[in-house]
């Protein structure tokens, strides 16, 4: 059936208000070497986006500092919501390191959904050194049926 270009607009008004209410789970690991990237990555995410965010940060390397400085920044000068997720890293023995670059929190995005609330119907990874340019509510809610 062919829909009219207003009723094309319309849907797309309103799949925008849905946008505009929905929290949008992120989910991140880092070690201290990518606390500023990590910083850098979700200013830009929600300086192009008009929805509200909730990071999950699966941690098992970072201070007590050093997450209240991270909480501070995501609370306050991204005005987000922010969740640490305590990893113990006992679980990943034996798991192969190859460089700098791979490392533990490597493996986090692998078991994410053993870590996250059960009732959580979505979530999205970013990798801490991502630069956000554009609003990503388009890939966070495609449909994925």
């Known amino acids: 059936m062919k829909r009219s270009k207003t009723e094309i607009q319309l849907e797309i008004k309103d799949m925008d ?24 990555a979700f200013k830009s995410l929600v300086e192009n986006s008009k929805n509200h965010f909730k990071l999950y940060l699966l941690n098992s390397s970072l201070t007590e500092k050093e997450l209240n400085e991270l909480t501070h920044f995501i609370e306050i000068n991204c005005k987000s919501e922010f ?21 533990i929190e490597s493996y986090y995005r692998i ?30 809610f495609q449909d994925l049926k």
């Open 83 to 103: 969740k640490v997720i305590d990893i113990d890293e006992s679980l990943f023995v034996g798991f192969p390191l190859s460089s700098k670059q791979f490392t």
């Open 17 to 40: 208000n849905v946008y505009k209410k929905t929290t949008i789970n992120i989910v991140m690991a880092v070690n201290k070497a990518f606390l500023k990237p990590l910083k850098v």
């Open 111 to 140: 078991f994410i959904p053993y870590f996250l609330p059960k009732d959580m119907e979505r979530c999205m990874w970013l990798d801490a050194d991502t630069l956000i340019l554009n609003d990503i509510s388009c890939y966070y």
